[in-house]
T-cell receptor, first 113, second 112 residues
Framework: GAVVSQHPSWVICKSGTSVKIECRSLDFQATTMFWYRQFPKQSLMLMATSNEGSKATYEQGVEKDKFLINHASLTLSTLTVTSAHPEDSSFYIC?????????FGPGTRLLVL | AQSVTQLGSHVSVSEGALVLLRCNYSSSVPPYLFWYVQYPNQGLQLLLKYTSAATLVKGINGFEAEFKKSETSFHLTKPSAHMSDAAEYFCAVSDHANDMRFGAGTRLTVKP
């Protein structure tokens, strides 16, 4: 139980385009989901907390207009990287809260050319 | 605010040897503590968690961790390392579900 999926698993896009990443809780409902970014050989950096039916809460230094988060249902949160640039290339991981535990998706590797 | 320190960014053991990955935490309230494992190019998989029940927690793949309040520690152990245990391990602390803090991670290498 407590399975979280992400789609796509990897994406390559041109600079200036927008990319949407989906995070789904497959066998439970999650009112709260989280989006993280991970640079090579580093730990996870929390970007934002996504709450179903309300606005996301962004961590300090994360541009909310660049990283759009929508949590329209209890099983789906989306992260849209708008006008992506090469510096946005990274590994993006989502998690969904079930009880007191966060369950993580497999991650999405984004490469912006 | 809570925080986590993982001692040793890289640990190397021989196959069959004891695995010990260290984690110390700081929290102003009784914490929830977690260990996650990450294989290359994958997300994080929950190994085990402590949520104020038994202090010795058993997880998947033969791992266990002991919560020691007096030492503010939650070290991860496994009696006998297997090649498949090679991965990155993250300790995390949470004082409430919406605020989880991760350690920097420890890369475990298992030598044949």
């Amino acid at each position: 139980g407590a399975v979280v999926s992400q789609h796509p698993s990897w994406v390559i896009c041109k600079s200036g385009t927008s990319v949407k990443i989906e995070c789904r809780s497959l066998d439970f409902q999650a009112t709260t989901m989280f989006w993280y970014r991970q640079f090579p050989k580093q730990s996870l950096m929390l970007m934002a907390t996504s709450n179903e039916g309300s606005k996301a809460t962004y961590e300090q230094g994360v541009e909310k207009d660049k990283f759009l988060i929508n949590h329209a249902s209890l099983t789906l949160s989306t992260l849209t990287v708008t006008s992506a640039h090469p510096e946005d290339s990274s590994f993006y991981i989502c998690s969904a809260l079930f009880g007191e535990t966060q369950y993580f998706g497999p991650g999405t590797r984004l490469l912006v050319l | 605010a809570q925080s986590v320190t993982q001692l040793g960014s890289h640990v190397s053991v021989s196959e069959g040897a004891l695995v010990l990955l260290r984690c110390n935490y700081s929290s102003s309230v009784p914490p929830y503590l977690f260990w996650y494992v990450q294989y290359p190019n994958q997300g994080l998989q929950l190994l085990l968690k402590y949520t104020s029940a038994a202090t010795l927690v058993k997880g998947i793949n033969g791992f266990e961790a002991e919560f020691k309040k007096s030492e503010t520690s939650f070290h991860l152990t496994k009696p006998s390392a297997h090649m498949s245990d090679a991965a990155e391990y993250f300790c995390a602390v949470s004082d409430h579900a919406n605020d989880m803090r991760f350690g920097a991670g420890t890369r475990l290498t298992v030598k044949p």
